[in-house]
Every structure is written in C-alpha cells, then in structure tokens.
C-alpha cells in the first residue's frame, strides 16, 4: 500500500498513524511506534500535532472532509431517486476502497471513549448522519422522523464499510479478490438491497457474473 | 449496568473486562485496570487465563456460543420466509441488547490485528457467516454463491449492531431513550429494510409511532 512517501513530515506523521491505527487500534499505538513508522523523531510529532489525539482528531477532520465531497460530487438534478441513490453508494464504496485505512480508522474509533475527542467526534457524526439525510428524504422518508433516519442511515454506512472491516478474514476464508470489478459489484448489490431489499437480490441472481 | 457482582472470581474477571474493553477498545485496557475493577489480585488473572489475550479468546468463544443460541431458538417449520427473517432479527437485536458491551467488544475487535488469536477469530467469523446463510438461503438466495452471501450476510449483522455502536453519540444528539420500545421498532425497521428495501420502509411509514 505504501505509495511514494511524501516528503513533508507532517503528512508523513499522517500517513504512518492511519496506518497503524487501522491495524492495531488507536489505543495500542504508540508515538513512537508512529515516529518510527514516518522516520521521524518523536518531537517532530509534538512540533506537529496535539500528541496522539491530536492526529486522530486530525484524521478524523480529514476523512469527513473528503467524505462530504462524495456527497458534493453527485448532481442530483438530472437523475431519479433510485439514480441518485445507486450514483451516491458507487461513490461512497469508491471513496472507502481509496481511502480505506482512513475509513476504518474513523468508523473503529468513532464509537469508543476518547475523552479529548468527545466533541469532535459526535460533531463529526452529526454531519455523518445528517448528509445522509439528504438521500433518505428524496427516497421519501419522513424528514422529522428522526428514529428512522438514524436507523436507515446508520445502516445504509454500516453496510457499505462491512466488507472492508472483514477483508483480511473475507480473503482468508473465500479467498476474494478485492478488486475494482469486486467493489462494483459490492456497490451495486448494496445499492439493491437497501432499494429492493434481499428479495429482489435474490430474483436478479446478483449483480452481473459471480465467483 | 453492574448487576450483582458474581462471587465466582473468573466471572468477576471476565464482566470487569468486557465492560472495560466495550468503553475503551482491548488495546487501551491493561490486566491492571481489569483486576481493579473485578476486585481481585492480578495474580488472578494470570491463574484463570492466559493473560489479556486469553480473556478476549474466552469472551469471543462465549459471545459465539450465544450467538448460536439465537438461530437455534427460531423455529422455521412453522413460519414463512418473511416470518422466519423477521423473527430471527429481532431475537438478534435482544441478543444484542442483552449483551450489549460483549457484542461490541467482539465486533470491534474482529478485524484488528491481535496474532494471537487471528485463528480464533477467523474461525469465529466463519461461524458468524455460516449461521446467517440458513436465512439467506431460505430467501431465496444461491446458496453457491459466496459473493453475495457475505455481502448480504455482512450487511445485515453490521446494521443490526449500528445503533448500539453509536447510543452514545445517538443519545448525545436526539436523545433517543433505548427501551424496550425503542429496540422492538428498530427490530422491525432493519427487517422491512432487509426484506423491502428503504421504498416500503417510506411507504409504512416506518414502524408504529414514531418520536
């Protein structure tokens, strides 16, 4: 995964604690370890950051702003709801599948107590669920319904991170190869089932050929 | 949460550090901290498990064991498919509810990099899959085709543990009250969703009353 390596140390920094965290958790990293994995020194990461929190409320900061653009990116005008909805899935699962570690790292996370991030975590949820709104309302749910959008969204996002979290296990036992024909598939049968439901998954055999 | 503490030292253990690991993630909790908590010795943990690790192993085995129990309480013969899906996500939802923190604790840790029970955790995974594929089958889905099995699989336990993922920050922001009721509607939510798609969902309205 490791791509060319940056030469600012802040990015660095960056890169190598998504990746640990993804791997091991927040919690079982260390600054070190992260200064290591950047080939920095260790006070390069206070000269940067507020500590180890402070990278992952960083981390956090950036995923949502990318994970808004998806949101930005579909022009809705021009395509019915079930457009709309197929078009913003492909986008999400694409977004996860570039920026994957990013992604595990906030949805890991996001549930557990980091006090210092309290805040900027159920902000970052807010904005989470309340952009999906957008696409729960034009499929016609009840805007005031806050019960259901909160169920329907949180598990339309739930859904689209699942083979992601599982992927080491996934190749292990089926051997799956995550490749961009895999995630075009994978957002298409989501896209179906949140649409239609198992049912018609199950009438259409699946989307396109299978393993 | 704590109910009366049990007497039986590897219980104390065993309920000190799920409640732990669910709070703060496995990696953040030290042997320490859980012996403090279960008000015992740390030399006791040493003497009932293998270490950190071994509690986790014993936690996942008996979070499996319950899991199973669910399938096995639903009665098929009797039921058509639609009554067979949706009786088996609510006895997952109480399942859930009912051991919320070991839940989490299991499906937090799943896809993190612990070596010592990679093993575990894969089989464990496995059987997770494989119980829900009974369901999947019985609606209609080919029971060849892996693909669509773990997707569809996936997709439906990661939304039935969405929202105790997030009761916190859920709480936080439109201060949902988890009762009985709540638990029951959001069952019958996540089944129309899983049967019906999002269009039904819109349709009824969503489940009974709503806040």
Chains 1, 2 share one sequence.
Do not use: W
Not at 20 to 43: D, H, M, P, T
């Amino acid at each position: 995964m490791a791509a060319k390596r940056p030469k600012d140390p802040r990015e660095r920094i960056l890169r190598a604690a998504v990746s640990l965290f993804a791997q091991k958790g927040f919690s079982a990293v260390g600054v070190r370890e992260i200064a290591r994995a950047a080939g920095v020194n260790s006070a390069m990461i206070s000269y940067y950051f507020e500590g180890k929190t402070g990278i992952l409320k960083d981390i956090l900061q950036e995923f949502f702003a990318r994970y808004a653009r998806v949101f930005e990116s579909v022009d809705y005008s021009r395509m019915s709801d079930e457009e709309c909805a197929r078009a913003l899935i492909r986008g999400l699962v694409r977004f996860v599948r570039d920026n994957t570690d990013m992604a595990l790292v906030c949805y890991n996370e996001l549930p557990l107590d980091v006090p210092e991030i309290a805040e900027t975590k159920a902000e970052k949820m807010a904005a989470m669920i309340s952009r999906i709104r957008g696409l729960l309302k034009k499929m016609g749910l009840d805007p005031e319904n806050a019960f259901l959008l909160s169920v329907v969204g949180l598990s339309l996002i739930s859904s689209i991170f699942a083979q992601f979290r599982s992927r080491p296990v996934l190749t292990r036992l089926f051997g799956f190869r995550f490749d961009d024909d895999y995630f075009d598939r994978y957002a298409e049968a989501i896209a179906t089932l949140f649409l239609k439901g198992v049912g018609e998954l199950s009438r259409r055999g699946g989307p396109r050929s299978q393993r």
